[in-house]
């Protein structure tokens, strides 16, 4: 006989091996997709970048060549929306000022209620933008003659 000590069998052979169920394969199945789906975002947004440059590139060349733009840029269209913009960013002024003027009547201030974070932020919001599409306004004005020569 032989002194010589053999290991117990195991009680589980399956226990060291991979797993090679329905879910392993699942997995590497969708890990696969999405792999392959991040890469053709990828190339993707570059050639949707070269695209994009290359409008641009012939926008400005074809606006450079071809002199005055024309179009939306006609005066008839171009005073029309400086005068609907500043119309209406006027109208927002007033309508805040209005509010506030309102706001403020001694007559008011049992039914007053403060105004939530979220209206201070949207008045602060809408005044803001106001502003800027009215000094916007000005600036065009100013300096399109400068650069197109005309009213």
Known sequence: ???????A?????????????????????????????AESLCVAAVGLSGIRVAIG??????ATAAGPAHG?????????FLVAGGIGSTLVL??????GRMRKNPAAAWRLQP?????????RIQVVLSVVSLLLIAAEVLTHPWFHHEL
């Open 1 to 7: 006989m032989s002194s010589q000590v053999q290991p």
């Open 9 to 37: 069998p195991d009680a589980n052979p399956k226990s060291q091996d991979p797993p090679t169920g329905r879910l392993g394969v699942t997995l590497l199945g969708f890990g696969s997709f999405a792999l392959a789906a």
């Open 57 to 62: 590139m012939s926008s400005l060349i074809s």
């Open 72 to 80: 939306f840029h006609r005066n008839f269209l171009r005073i029309l």
């Open 94 to 99: 007033l309508l805040v000022w209005n509010e």
């Open 115 to 123: 105004l939530t974070a979220q209206q201070k932020r949207s008045r």
